[in-house]
């Protein structure tokens, strides 16, 4: 029952899969992920008093993820929020990087979290993007290298740990997630679409079948010109009654016409 509540809860905030695409539901879950990541940054940030630039960025990707999810859930349109959104925490990602002691910091947690959903999200511009993204590291390590004074350290060694083990715990989480909801919607509608092939199957078997009996009925039948039996596919000759009642839905009851009345049995009278 609590499981049951659970998906249908999580199909209401993913979107109607009979109005929202299996695009825009996914796409909808990596952006509920990300924000609810953001909310949880913002609020350690202020816990541990990290840089002001750091809780700033967290912040605002909350507002900013908020206001994507609302539109996209409401009316089911995404696509021109996917490039911008991924470039967005793509910039996010260097200033965090240069504000969070670079390497030294929790950033680069998160910069499996943007890898992940910009593989989700991304299509064609996606090879574009991952160069971008592996060309800026190496750029934001070679400066580190020989200029690391432009970097903005922890004040203390106590909020490098709290920050770094609480970010690498929830990037870890929130990306394994990303990626289990993913799995979850492709793998539910794959079965919605096996269920629609094998119905479609069993339908074109039995649209055959008639069409087969339709043929049967409508063609030349050839029948005996004095006993009247027909003959079937096998070549076999059978009273025309019991090729009716094999080969139609018809259901035969015997009678007698009046002609055959006066040349059968001349003494009875009308």
Known sequence: ?????????????????????????????????????GGIATVYNIFLHNHIIIT?????????????????RKTGKYRQFVVPGVCYFFVIMIIGWLANDGTKGADAYFLFLLMTSGIILLQKPFPVFFVAIVMT???????????PAIFI????????????????????????????????????????????LAQTIRDKDELERAQNEIRVLRGYLPICASCKNIRDESGNWNQIEKYLSEHSEARLSHGICPDCVARLYPYIRN
């Open 153 to 196: 350290g922890y004040e203390t060694g106590i909020q490098r740990f709290f920050d770094m083990g609480i970010s690498l715990i929830l990037c870890l989480v929130f990306n394994g997630m990303i990626i289990h909801f993913v799995f979850r919607e492709y793998l539910r509608e794959r079965r919605l679409k096996d269920a629609l």
């Open 137 to 147: 590291l190496i750029g934001l390590l070679a400066v580190e290298f020989y200029c």
């Open 1 to 37: 029952m609590i499981k049951a509540q659970i998906i249908h809860s999580l199909n209401y905030l993913l979107g109607d899969s009979e109005t929202h695409s299996l695009e825009n539901r996914v796409f909808n879950s990596v952006v509920i992920l990300i924000t609810l990541t």
């Open 56 to 72: 700033a960025c967290s912040a605002t990707s909350v507002i900013l993820t908020s206001c994507i999810y609302g539109y996209s």
